[in-house]
């Protein structure tokens, strides 16, 4: 191998090592971690909910749904993805595929987004217990 050769595959090492490390960095659960109470508006209502995420033995975020004012609790969480400060997760099993794509704010004690629900949109804002 030439010394260009070997110049050449130290960069793009290089460049693997930070997009590896800006991926793991970019899903870190932590600041999900935990209780969250609020509310969920959509056509017109107003509910109060609340949502607890947790690591498994995996050290997998898992998560649930409480519709408190509805009296449902502990419903699971499908499909949570993170991405730096922005969190989407699905409600499995519910009719109109329930789904949520929010956003943490600066202090990390407030998530708040879009929700979806059979074809009707709202908003949810939930902080930190």
Known sequence: MNRNHVKTIAVALGLLAFVAGAAAQSTDPKPFLGAWKGTLSIAGAELEIGLNFTLDEAKTI????????????????????????????????????????????????????DFTQGGYAGTFAVEKQ
């Open 62 to 113: 898992q998560g649930t749904f409480d519709s408190i004012s509805q009296g449902g609790y502990g419903i699971v969480l499908g499909t949570i993805e993170i991405k730096d400060k922005a969190i989407s997760f699905v409600i499995s099993g519910v009719p109109g595929d329930p789904a949520f794509k929010g956003t943490l704010d600066e202090t990390g004690k407030k998530l708040s987004g």
